[in-house]
């Protein structure tokens, strides 16, 4: 059944270099002078440099963004799947009143657009001393990431028969030991999509991130905004902050990648 | 140990599942529930193991109320029908689950998991994970952690289901010895009545989540205390048929008399229903004692070395077992003899009246 015509190949050809185009345009700008760039078209750069990436590295203000970003997404993500993991096993195991409805509500929380919480968080963070801090944006992440990992993880569990808990019951196991031990194991690919789900979003969105931030926690994001108001557009740096962007995500893709490729086989993605 | 079920009932949305069901069953005895799907057997092992609670009723361990207990801190064993293995760990890490949760030690653990794997015949797998080995040897990985953990009460919810004929045989006489040895309770259910004889010991016979009947396994054969123990305890199907007795003829409906004899012949006139095992009717010579049905062959149905030979007549099927494989052609005219010495008759409550040995 293997399909050996040169059409098709040609289709896909097409189509990968249409989705790798904005990619490849901005390493190239990265690697051009900002003269260079504004001078005309140039399908690669004639003079490559990696100018601008020693700029980023050896200035603070990028590198320490560089971190904060780094640091509450990763807070984001351990805290997202860590709720999300029994939330989500009592929501497929277990019947109490209202499952159906906390369930449903859960996902309500995803339909308001973020701008809707910035001011409220804003003046909530700001009152108890979290504003310009990693936490005020992980905190406010999970108010998306968690509904969504719960989501995500609650089809992983349905998937592991009833029967597996009782007969670790049956053996003997404890409850947390049997969970740690037995179920966790179960449902690793789901962990992997869902934290994938969780670095992801939390690592794009800007607008909370950047509201609830002032200097001390300013995100990475943030920085490049801020960047192109001193003198003019500087796009060499804004296009190696872009690539840079980008790696965190490509090398969480490369370490969860066989999760994911299970996962979205089998649960809800 | 022993364990003693009180008037337990259980309802789950609406429906009774359970009725009102009391057995007592002793250590070292093999205890057999016998019942089609949906009787209720794996519900009732699911009580006795402490995974749901009765809505009414109490479960008793050595006479102490263990209605609440919950399974992990109970001596048991459960073996489902649908055979659960932990996927990522091996076949020998499997079997050793509860003896490394119990804490023992390692050369105990090797001890015990080598002998069950050799009992089971698992030794050339202990290597391997169970999504590598069949669904056979994956329930005998399930029967082999049963095994090793040494508890009082030990639960078999159809284990042989899923295995090859040949191994089926084995397991069918190994276990019940390997288990004898321990003390422990046993409690297999099934649904196939054939088992429940090989098996031997004690059964009780379920229908509709009530115990019809309890007692030594030959005995509840023999002599069922009802018409529905009987229909239970009979593959194929039990033959039945509505009959007056009048003097000493019997009739069926308008259509047909006989004269009354064997176990037909003492009881007092009045409307009865009559019931016979296939293995009672022939197609062959008459008995000493015989009823004797002209008819046609319907349908001859072969089940491994006997054929079950469905014969149509004025009163109804009826269905006879024959040795070996049947060559019989559909509607060939024939006559079926019923040992009337072994036939079961019951009154219109279904309650045993004479009662023949029933084959």
Known sequence: ????????????????????????????????????????????????????????????TWVHAFGVSLTYVAINTVISVTVALPAAYAFNRYRFVGDKHLFFWLLTNLMAPASVYAMPFFNLYYAIG???????????????????????????????????????????????????????????????????????????????????????????????????????????????????????????IWFVRHHIAKGFALGRV | MSLRLENVSVTAGGRTIIHDVSLALEPGTMNVLLGATLAGKTTLMRLMAGLDKPTSGRVLIDGKDVTGVPVRRRSVAMVFQQFMNYPWLSVYENIASPLRVARLNTAEIDRRVRRAAQLLGLEPLLDRLPQQISGGQQQRTAIARAIVKGADLVLLDEPLANLDYKLREELREELPRIFAETGAILVYATAEPLEALLLGGSTATLSQGRIVQAGPTLAVYHRPSDIESARVFSDPPLNESDIVKEDDVIRFGAAQALPAAGALAAIPPGPYRLAFRADIATLGAPWPASLSLAGRIALAEISGSESFVHVETAIGTFVCVERGVSTRQPGQPTSLHVDAARVFVFDRDGRPVAAGSGG
Do not use: K
């Open chain 1, 130 to 252: 979290l504003f310009d801090t990693v936490w005020a944006v992980a905190l406010a992440h999970c108010l998306f990431n968690i509904p969504v990992a719960v989501w995500i993880l609650e089809g992983f569990v349905s998937g592991v028969p009833r029967e597996i808990d009782e007969t670790a019951a049956i053996d003997g196991y404890s409850f947390p030991r049997f969970f740690i031990r037995i179920f966790l194991p179960l449902i690793a690919n789901g962990i992997g999509v869902t934290a994938f789900f969780c670095f992801m979003f939390s690592w794009v969105e800007q607008l909370l991130a950047t509201t609830l931030t002032a200097t001390n926690a300013l995100p990475f994001a943030a920085v490049m905004t801020r960047s192109y108001s001193a003198a003019g557009m500087d796009w060499s740096l804004l296009a190696a902050a872009g690539v840079l962007t980008m790696i965190p995500g490509a090398v969480v």
């Open chain 1, 1 to 60: 059944m293997t399909r050996t015509g040169v059409l098709p190949r040609i289709g896909l050809a097409i189509y990968l270099l249409a989705l790798m185009l904005p990619i490849y345009w901005l390493v190239n700008m990265s690697l051009r002078s900002n003269e260079d760039i504004m001078s005309g078209l140039s399908l690669w750069p004639h003079h490559p440099s990696l100018g601008r990436y020693f700029f980023i590295f050896n200035d603070s």
